[in-house]
């Protein structure tokens, strides 16, 4: 899993960058609100397993970091 790449897990990822690999969700309409759907949801899950705000924050922020390729737009300056 990519996810699992960007915060240093130990799964190595072969497949496509995030860019290219949501063009396609791109093209049928993923954007802001989708992303922040899903980091939302992902922050729910965490606390629910007890994980703590500074590392939901932490989480949060990797997530952050790739939104504009999982957006296929251009990086923010």
């Known amino acids: 899993m990519c996810f699992s790449r960007h915060t240093g897990g130990p799964n190595a990822y072969?497949?496509?960058?995030?860019?290219?690999?949501?063009a396609h969700l791109v093209a049928r309409g993923l954007?802001?609100?989708?992303?922040?759907?899903?980091?939302e949801n992902?922050?729910?899950?965490?606390?629910?397993?007890?994980?703590?705000?500074?590392?939901i924050g932490e989480v949060a922020n990797i997530?952050?970091?790739?939104?504009?390729?999982?957006?296929g737009r251009a990086k923010a300056a």
């Open 14 to 22: 072969s497949g496509a960058d995030m860019r290219r690999g949501h």
């Open 63 to 71: 997530a952050e970091s790739v939104r504009d390729d999982v957006l």
């Open 31 to 39: 954007d802001d609100s989708h992303f922040d759907a899903v980091v």
């Open 42 to 55: 992902l922050a729910a899950t965490l606390k629910e397993l007890g994980v703590g705000d500074a590392e």
